[in-house]
């Protein structure tokens, strides 16, 4: 699986159109969930591959951006 997946997710939300509270209710697919919890267990265990490693960081790139995303959302909402 390619950290593509969890992208396409992000872009699928904004290309919706969405509004604060979809933002801030975002949560990845139970597949991108399984597979980020693989390769954090495969980094725990130290048997992860270059690819995995490169896999993993932009799972990990995604997830910031979306917690940025996040609280600027709720500041949005608290602003309304």
């Known amino acids: 699986m390619s950290a593509t ?6 872009i699928d939300l904004i290309a919706a159109g ?9 949560k990845p697919s139970d597949t991108t969930q399984r597979r980020v919890s693989e390769l954090l267990e495969a980094e725990k265990e130290e048997r992860l591959s270059a690819d ?3 896999e993993l960081a932009h ?8 917690r940025l995303a996040k609280v600027r959302a709720r500041a949005r909402m608290l602003a309304a």
């Open 5 to 10: 997946r969890a992208y396409d997710e992000i």
């Open 18 to 26: 969405v509004s604060s509270a979809d933002v801030v209710g975002f």
């Open 52 to 54: 995995d490693a490169a």
């Open 59 to 66: 799972y990990l790139e995604a997830e910031h951006i979306m």
